[in-house]
């Protein structure tokens, strides 16, 4: 059963879609199969993916307003993983769900019905907490939150953590963070180094030990419509996602041990 992976900050430009899509090329690299679910109306991640959001016939819009199965949506991508893609047309998804039951919930119902196919659904969430991101956080398992080593990044921490706990009991029981990852680390910057040293402090074991640095690469691979892996897997930035899928799985493997 694919474990579903939200990726989350409610801060904007943390590195969240570079995050899901790289982390989702890694992981099918290992190989693993991977869906790769984008739920942010700027369709970043779909684009990334090398898919044109502008010529979707279906997308996590109808997917989400029940006009269309999952499996009616899904497409491959040329990077060996699947994607739900996602556009503007997701706003007005939003707009239309207000109103309706469940509406929390449409996301993971849709996911439910393919699953069984993936070992690992990522899903790239927008940077606020709208329907939207709720609806990615009540259909995961666990929730993976980029973050920045700035000034202000732990105090955002600290209100995400709060947040994911009121979810809990409301929307989702098994909700967890399942780890935090610095992105865009530059090792000469001690403001960087200090709260780098505060968040493993205060979260520990939940701090990814794979730090992903600040690389042109990353920043370039979208614009060829490509992940890290098929742009430049040996850059600094591929070794750093492809580190992360290894911890990622590793993780999994212990944590199954453990329960069994
Ligand atoms: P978010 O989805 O949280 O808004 P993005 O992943 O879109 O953030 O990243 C914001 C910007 O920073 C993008 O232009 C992206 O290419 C760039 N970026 C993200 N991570 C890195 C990195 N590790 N090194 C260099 N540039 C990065
Ligand atoms: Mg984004």
Redesign the pocket.
């Known amino acids: 059963m694919g474990r579903i992976i939200a990726i989350a ?1 409610q801060k ?7 995050t899901a899509v790289n982390l989702a090329a890694a992981l099918a690299a290992v190989p693993r199969k991977v869906l790769l679910v984008d739920m942010d109306p700027q369709g ?1 991640a779909t684009m990334a993916s090398g898919v044109d959001k502008r010529e979707l016939e279906n997308s996590s819009c109808e997917v989400l307003l029940g006009e269309c199965p999952a499996s009616a949506a899904i497409v491959t991508t040329p990077e060996n993983y699947d994607l739900l893609p996602g556009n503007i047309d997701l706003t007005a998804a939003e707009i239309r769900l207000m109103d309706e039951s469940a509406r929390e919930q449409r996301l993971k119902t849709a996911l439910g019905a393919v699953r069984e196919q993936y070992d690992y659904i990522i899903v790239d969430c927008p ?1 606020s907490l709208s329907l939207l991101t709720l609806n990615a956080l009540a259909a995961a398992d666990g929730v993976i939150v ?1 973050m920045q080593c700035e000034y202000f990044a732990l105090e955002g921490l600290s209100s995400l953590v709060d947040t994911i706990n009121a979810l809990k009991g409301k929307l989702n029981p098994a909700l967890e963070i399942e780890g935090i990852v610095r ?2 680390f530059d090792v000469r910057n001690n403001l960087a180094n200090a709260v780098s040293g505060e968040l493993t402090k205060h979260f520990g074991d939940k701090v990814f030990r794979s730090i ?5 690469r ?2 370039e691979a ?1 614009s060829h419509g490509q992940s890290i892996v098929g742009y430049d897997r040996a850059s600094r ?1 591929g070794i750093a996602y492809l580190g992360l899928a290894g911890e990622i799985v590793r993780r999994e493997k212990k944590m199954l041990k453990e329960s069994a």
Do not use: E, S, Y
């Open positions: 900050n904007g430009g943390v590195g969240k879609t570079t970043n940077p980029p992105t865009m992903i640095p600040r690389n042109v990353l920043a979208p930035g």
